[in-house]
């Protein structure tokens, strides 16, 4: 049951992000802003999300896991409507600002719970409960579209949403775990003394998951451009490359956790960098849509487990003897991966203005290929970690 609870709340925070995206044409109507002034606002949420990622870890580590994500989901519940019925880009701006910290502190501490039940349970489940992420954004996007086919406005789509959402939250709060705060604990892993800006498995974590971040912004953002301006496809048909991408990666999670029981992290982690590197490339020097809807399909199915393996991992890195502990190292990592979602994308536009969307995105492949070395190396510092862990319980 903590499971499935986890699962709803890694779908309420998809959901969100995929109610409220795909609305960005009537808010920008709204509000009477042109590109320009609406991508900045656009950019207060990701600022949101960065601030509060970093921050989130002390949070769940003193108030506990279920504490953080009610309060968290609560406060989305509150801003979601406030985006809705923003009136100019500044009060747009601040409300998406709300709305990317509330979220940030929200993916932290669902991903810390999720880090929990894994534990509990003994084997790899974290890419079930991003899984549980991807097709609450699928369903969140759909009910956008609704809505908008419906001509409601924002405010009240947004209004619906959250409160849908906070009655499916509501069903499951009360089996989500509940982490005790630090006092309450046994803090004796010799990893944890070290800064965690001293501990070369963590930046190795970080590393996989922001070229996960990279990549997978690079697809959302630019890869209906890339088939658009380079290939001649319309604009109905290249949207259809990041569906067919999402959806990959979707599928591809549910049977992540599989796959990294039988596997192991390190060898799933490189064959999905070579899926993904090698899919990324291929859709941009093919010149052919065929290849390139097919390039996104393999590049959404290699991305699938990065980024959720790279969190348990991290968690797994500050584990200590009394099965608490990770709260710091996985948000450490998610800070680190938010800035790839943040500054990926205007890199990679930056790079198509001097060269091509096409050169760009082999960029993006050999950014995404980076994982598979970082996974390797991560594997060995957190076994490392492991094994120092052990000497030291078995000292005491």
């Not at 009477?32 to 990701?46: E, N, T």
Request: charged content about 10%.
């Amino acid at each position: 049951m903590r499971r499935f609870a986890v699962i709803m709340v890694f779908a309420f925070n998809g959901a969100t992000l995929g109610s409220w995206a795909p609305r960005t044409p009537a808010l920008s109507e709204q509000i009477g802003a042109g590109p320009g002034p609406l991508g900045l606002a656009l950019l207060a949420a990701s600022v949101g999300m960065l601030i509060a990622a970093g921050l989130s870890g002390r949070i769940v580590e003193r108030a506990g896991a279920r504490a953080v994500i009610v309060a968290s989901a609560l406060a989305v519940c509150l801003v979601l409507p406030l985006v809705g019925s923003a009136q100019s880009v500044l009060w747009l701006a601040v409300a998406l600002f709300g709305l990317g910290a509330s979220a940030g502190v929200l993916d932290v501490s669902m991903n810390i719970a999720g880090v929990a039940v894994e534990r509990a349970e003994g084997k790899p489940i974290m890419p079930l409960f991003h899984a549980g992420f991807s097709f609450g954004a699928l369903a969140g996007s759909g009910g956008a579209a609704l809505a908008a086919s419906a001509g409601w406005s924002p405010l009240r789509h947004f209004t619906v949403a959250v409160v849908v959402g906070a009655v499916m939250l509501a069903t499951v709060v009360r089996v989500l775990p509940g982490i005790a705060p630090r006092s309450e604990r046994a803090s004796d892993s010799p990893a944890a003394a070290t800064p965690l800006a001293r501990r070369p498995a963590l930046w190795l974590l970080a590393a996989i998951a922001l070229c996960s971040a990279i990549a997978e912004g690079a697809s959302s953002d630019w890869s209906a451009l890339l088939l658009v301006n380079e290939q001649g496809v319309s604009e109905g048909a290249a949207a259809l490359a990041y569906a067919g991408f999402s959806l990959a990666m979707a599928f591809a999670r549910l049977a992540g956790s599989w796959t990294q029981a039988r596997f192991g992290s390190a060898k799933v982690l490189v064959a999905g960098a070579a899926c993904a590197g090698t899919g990324l490339v291929a859709a941009a020097v093919a010149g052919m849509p065929a290849i390139s809807y097919a390039g996104f399909l393999l590049a959404g199915a290699g991305l699938a487990a990065c980024f959720p393996i790279a969190l348990g991992l991290a968690g797994e890195a500050g584990k200590r003897s009394d099965d608490s502990g990770g709260e710091r190292e996985v948000a450490f990592v998610t800070a680190i991966a938010y800035t790839g979602f943040l500054a990926g994308p205007p890199v990679i536009g930056g790079i198509a203005q001097l060269t091509s969307l096409s050169v760009s995105f082999v960029v993006v492949g050999l950014v995404a290929a980076v994982i598979a070395p970082a996974s390797v190396a991560a594997s060995r510092f957190v076994a490392k970690e492991r094994a120092t862990r052990a000497s030291a319980h078995a000292v005491r």
